[in-house]
């Protein structure tokens, strides 16, 4: 089965500067996607990126890219120019194209705090 | 275009009760998935229905069940209520691209958050 893990719990970021949240991730598959999601304080989940793991590209989304390191399973988040709607619980998520269905196993999040 | 929608928004109950929450997906969706989200545990998955069929399940108890109707909406229900059922419930839903393996990224709803007392 896979894991993702996210090691940093929590983390912390001056307005307008650039935060970066870890996430590795364990599969035997070498298809699948890869998702980091923002949950603010209204609970509300929000897709912010997306990686197709057969793409070597790392996807960039305004200010939000990643660091998609395959051979090592890890998959980061980089936001540039920290703003304070940023602040949120983000979540790394992993999709099996092919085991388990459809379904998204996630990390256990990472609190981010932007401060002013 | 409206996004996911779910109901009710809270819900109370008492340890053995039975109950039902309900999510409409994005218009053209047909798949909708249920999640958990319970203090500490954090995302779990649930259920996985498509056209109208379970296509997938979590590790979770049979008293967890549901279904999906010809309109794509999905119920949730829960049977004989526990404390730690308490979390919130959140349902997801994407199209489908005509592959079994090509689903599109999946759009979650506000949530229902159940407090079983």
């Known amino acids: 089965a896979q894991t993702v893990t996210q090691s940093q719990p929590e983390m912390s970021v001056q307005e307008a500067e650039t935060v970066t949240l870890s996430c590795t991730y364990d599969t035997s598959e070498s298809d699948y996607y890869l998702f980091w999601y923002k949950q603010p304080p209204s609970r509300q989940m929000i897709l912010v990126i997306r990686?197709?793991?057969?793409?070597?590209q790392n996807a960039t989304e305004n200010r939000f890219s990643v660091n998609f390191q395959k051979a090592a399973k890890s998959f980061s988040l980089k936001i540039s120019d920290s703003q304070l709607g940023d602040a949120a619980m983000y979540f790394c998520a992993y999709r099996s194209p092919v085991t388990g269905g459809s379904r998204l196993t996630f990390g256990e999040g990472t609190q981010l705090t932007v401060n002013p | 275009e409206a996004g996911v929608t779910q109901s009710p928004t809270h819900l109370i109950k008492t340890r053995g009760q039975q109950v039902t929450l309900r999510c409409s997906p994005i218009?053209?969706?047909?798949?909708v998935y249920w999640y958990q989200q319970a203090l500490g545990l954090g995302l779990q998955f649930l259920l996985w229905?498509?056209?109208?069929?379970?296509?997938n399940r979590g590790n979770f108890p049979p008293r967890f069940s549901g279904r999906q109707f010809p309109n794509y909406s999905s119920e949730l229900n829960v049977n004989a209520l526990e404390l730690e059922d308490s979390a919130l419930y959140l349902c997801?839903?994407?199209?489908?691209?005509?592959?079994?393996?090509?689903?599109?990224?999946?759009?979650f709803g506000p949530g229902t958050r159940l407090t079983v007392l």
């Open positions: 218009s053209g969706h047909t798949s």
């Open positions: 997801a839903s994407s199209s489908r691209q005509g592959q079994l393996s090509s689903y599109n990224e999946q759009f």
């Open positions: 229905y498509d056209e109208g069929e379970e296509r």
């Open positions: 990686q197709e793991a057969y793409k070597q």
